[in-house]
């Protein structure tokens, strides 16, 4: 699904609002995240400052630099969990998945409980045509009650539920990320497309309003409000939709589609 491809740069910068246990038991043990404890030793600062100023540069698409900064925290503190899952999301951007998975799996031998390292791995699963696979790890990121941001992988396993044709278990997680979030653009979208698959236009409708007042249009959201539009009967809003699709996204595939009438 190109959304999905799409908004993988975002996971870094997700954040919630809400309640973050209403989902997830308990775990005495558990434990926060690495990147959120305080370095004991000049090492693991050096190392924590590294993967921090890297995972800056990720977001930014400087895949160069990021790679740069996790390999000078490895090169400071070998045993620094969240610098090889930095250097896994690097490699999973630019494509190289034996590179990734390899440094994945030596963020989780040094830390196989980290919540952001389980997503993070969980989502280049998803990605990389493992999606039943994935699921073992965001469930491990939930349930961890001291993890800031559960709406996260409650989004990245409806995502691969939808890649695995399950609408309803993906229904649900996108569900209880949005609760988590409500501010999540992505649980609304994807929403609002299973409602719409399943003939609840009201819904969907509702869902894509609330989705346009929270970010801009997208080709993505435009197209899903043509086609729901259109099975509504609502001429009118039907050709608002679609001429703001042909103005803000020509040449885009959704426009493409459009123009060729291919509505299904």
Known sequence: MKNAAILSALMLAASISGC????????????????????????????????????????????GVALEEARAAVSADANYAPA????????MQVRENAAAEKSFQQALSLAPNDPEINNSFGWFLCQTGQEQRSMRYFHLAIMNPLYATPAMP????GICSLRLKD????????TKSLRLDPNNSRAIFFLADIA???????????????????????????????RIERASGDKEAEARYAALLRKKFPGSPE??????????
């Open 167 to 174: 609408d309803k278990a993906a229904e649900d997680y996108f």
């Open 154 to 157: 409650y989004a990245n396993a």
């Open 196 to 226: 719409f698959r399943h003939g609840r236009l009201a819904e969907a409708r509702q869902y894509l309003v609330e989705l346009h007042k929270l970010t801009e249009s997208s080709p993505e959201s435009l197209w899903l409000a043509v």
């Open 84 to 91: 090889y899952n930095l250097m896994g999301l690097v490699y």
């Open 255 to 264: 426009q493409q589609k459009l123009m060729q009438g291919r509505f299904e």
């Open 20 to 63: 973050a246990g209403a989902y997830r038991d308990a775990d005495p043990s558990a434990e926060r995240p690495v990147s959120e404890q305080t370095a004991t030793s000049n090492a693991g600062h050096r190392a924590k400052v590294h993967t921090e100023l890297g995972s800056l540069y990720l977001q930014r698409g400087n895949m």
